[in-house]
């Protein structure tokens, strides 16, 4: 079951996103949904539920998105 992410959470979704849209042509979803879990790592959110939200709102601005296979997460 996919969870809304917190307030917080999803600011630095949004945030990390759109400054990627200068660096890269298309972005890496699970790449950068890993990059956010580690700032909150302590929350325990499921790597899903990021990735979701990252390739949502990337969708949303316009930006191509890559969908790469999950790695098995190691903390």
Do not use: W
């Not at 630095?12 to 909150?40: C, G, Q």
């Amino acid at each position: 079951m996919l969870i809304k992410l917190s307030e917080d959470m999803q600011h630095a979704v949004e945030t990390t996103v759109r400054s990627k849209i200068d660096e890269v042509a298309v972005l890496d979803v699970n790449a950068t949904a890993e990059e956010i879990r580690r700032i909150f790592a302590e929350r325990n959110v499921a790597l899903e539920d990021i990735a979701t939200s990252v390739a949502r709102f990337a969708t949303q601005c316009g930006y191509p998105v890559e969908l790469v296979a999950f790695a098995p997460q190691r903390d």
